[in-house]
């Protein structure tokens, strides 16, 4: 079973100075973390292994994303 742990804690191990936690909700919602964290209540939730990447994932309209699929 995968463990999850708190955006916070998971910078914390990371970074050192830890980015400011509007840095690390921007972060989550863009994609740049990867695995992507999901959100809990109010609280967002990584896995432990979870990395960021400076390219975030591209998101795009869906009907977008399905044409691409769809001629590849």
């Not at 209540?41 to 896995?47: A, E, I, K, L, N």
Request: aromatic residues 8%; glycine residues 6%; positive net charge.
């Amino acid at each position: 079973m995968t463990q999850y742990i708190t955006l916070q804690a998971w910078a914390e191990k990371k970074f050192d100075p830890m980015p400011h936690r509007n840095t690390l909700h921007r972060w989550a919602t863009d994609g740049s973390i990867v695995p992507a964290p999901f959100k809990l209540g109010t609280t967002y939730m990584v896995t432990p292994d979870a990395r960021h990447v400076n390219e975030p994932a591209p998101a795009g309209r869906l009907v977008h994303r399905l044409n691409g699929l769809a001629s590849a």
